[in-house]
């Protein structure tokens, strides 16, 4: 399957009498996050259909910002000490996308590259459906922009896909993953899984253990489902029982535990670049926390660093010396 083929079948377009561009008056913002990285919003609101899900009825239809008005806030950012910029949306794939020509998202991924000052630029929440070639050759190109890509796929079964409304198969999916390890050199993929959704058997959930174990993510994150009061999903029952469903998850999370501890294993003895985010908790401890070019923060595991006169915002390189099931110790 070509790359243009991912795209055929999506007839979902932008309705008419929906505003394409949303928050139109730039307001200051105050950082929650250090002051060295910070959270790009580009877009609110969703048009996708995913039967569990309640994030259109709560936020409304899709409305994505402008890309000049995104530009300018990033680079406030910057001026004021950010060097790494995260972009976040229901949706960050669906960017001004147009289905047979792709995302949009490319291009401000290429304008954000060009901001002097900006280290790292990294994509979270791409929905699996919305990512094209042209997007993982621009990540690949773009030297400021991580190998990193976080695709949430829920699950793999094409009954289960199609019962939550993905509206994407497993075989698509496989396809979109081998382009990004194709394209991407070093990427690393963080996705989240379901499990327990209504109709999820044993056969179900084997495939489901059987892709991650073959697919070897990088990150992984596992949630049970949860009826929510308004969604289509309830139409299919209440799901598996919470007990059954708990193991599940505990099952994916031992496979991935496995995974992760032995990735980690392998970047003994390297060298590999890690922002600084902060002090380790402990008072008056020499170390310090950061995150190589593979962790977001919060989500992803961290690393401890050892040595030298390192401040939070600094990118400093980092000789891995040990590891744990997700987290790297080195020495500056």
Not at 294 to 300: G, L, R, V, Y
């Amino acid at each position: 399957m070509c790359s243009s083929d991912l795209g055929k079948g999506d007839k979902r377009l932008r309705p008419n009498d929906s505003p394409r561009f949303t928050f139109q008056t730039a307001f200051p913002r105050r950082l929650s996050t250090p002051g060295h990285y910070a959270y790009l919003r580009i877009s609110d609101g969703c048009d996708n259909s995913c039967t569990y899900c309640l994030i259109p009825s709560l936020r409304g239809r899709y409305q994505e910002r402008p890309q000049k008005m995104l530009i300018s806030e990033a680079r406030r950012l910057v001026d004021q000490g950010v060097r790494e910029i995260i972009l976040i949306a229901q949706d960050t794939s669906y960017y001004d996308y147009s289905p047979g020509t792709g995302s949009g998202l490319s291009s401000l991924l290429e304008a954000l590259n060009g901001i002097q000052g900006l280290d790292w630029i990294r994509v979270l929440y791409a929905h699996p459906r919305h990512i094209d070639r042209h997007l993982l050759q621009t990540i690949a190109g773009c030297d400021k922009v991580c190998p990193y890509l976080d695709i949430p796929l829920q699950h793999i079964n094409d009954g289960i896909l199609d019962k939550m409304g993905r509206n994407i198969s497993r075989v698509e999916i496989e396809e979109i993953l081998r382009q990004a390890r194709e394209l991407v050199t070093d990427i690393s993929i963080r996705t989240t899984l379901m499990v327990g959704f209504p109709g999820e058997g044993e056969e179900e959930f084997s495939e489901l253990a059987d892709f991650v174990l073959a697919q070897r993510f990088e990150h992984l994150g596992v949630f049970q489902y949860s009826p929510e009061v308004g969604t289509a999903a309830l139409r299919y029952g209440s799901g598996v029982d919470e007990l059954h469903a708990d193991r599940r998850r505990e099952k994916l999370m031992e496979v991935q535990q496995e995974i992760s501890t032995e990735r980690l294993n392998r970047l003994r003895g390297r060298v590999i670049p890690v922002i600084v985010d902060r002090p380790y908790p402990e008072s008056g401890s020499p170390l310090m926390i950061g995150r190589a070019i593979f962790q977001a923060p919060e989500i992803d595991g961290i690393v401890v660093v050892e040595g030298g006169d390192i401040r939070p915002g600094q990118i400093v390189e980092v000789k891995i010396t040990d590891s744990s099931e997700y987290d790297l110790y080195g020495i500056n």
